[in-house]
């Protein structure tokens, strides 16, 4: 059985810093894109940061550039999102997802077939 499980989420003031993790089981994150997403209240789920499975290459939302790093570990099957300077716009309820986009489509939710539950991240002012 496919699952992924969030982890590390939770309240921090603006500036601090927060590590999400996402633990895969039921098959190898190195035969696929992973992926971090992120759906505030009212808006859509849009693409934080991803990162393939072939060459590496990874995705950033424009807004998180600089501030947000994308790991895999893939001896633990285990993909990491490490978040500084955080901001308030960054709260939002942060899914971990598995997929097999196109290079050009690396950050589209669409692309992504396996979700986990989410974990919450709120951003005090």
């Known amino acids: 059985e496919v699952q992924l499980v969030e982890s590390g989420g939770g309240l921090v003031q603006a500036g601090g810093s927060l590590k999400l993790s996402c633990a895969a089981s039921?098959?190898?994150?190195?035969?696929?894109?992973m992926g971090w997403f992120r759906q505030a209240p009212g808006k859509e789920r849009e693409g934080v940061s991803c990162?393939?499975?072939?060459?590496?290459?990874?995705y950033y939302a424009d807004s998180v550039k600089g501030r947000f790093t994308i790991s895999r570990d893939n001896a633990k099957n285990t993909v990491n999102l490490q978040m500084n300077n955080l901001k308030p716009e960054d709260t939002a309820e942060y899914y971990c997802?598995?997929?097999?986009?196109?290079?050009?489509?690396?950050?589209?939710?669409?692309?992504?077939?396996?979700w986990g539950q989410g974990t919450q991240v709120t951003v005090s002012s």
């Open positions: 997802a598995a997929g097999t986009p196109s290079p050009y489509r690396l950050g589209s939710p669409s692309r992504y077939d396996f």
């Open positions: 039921g098959f190898r994150i190195d035969d696929f894109a």
């Open positions: 990162i393939s499975w072939s060459d590496g290459s990874t």
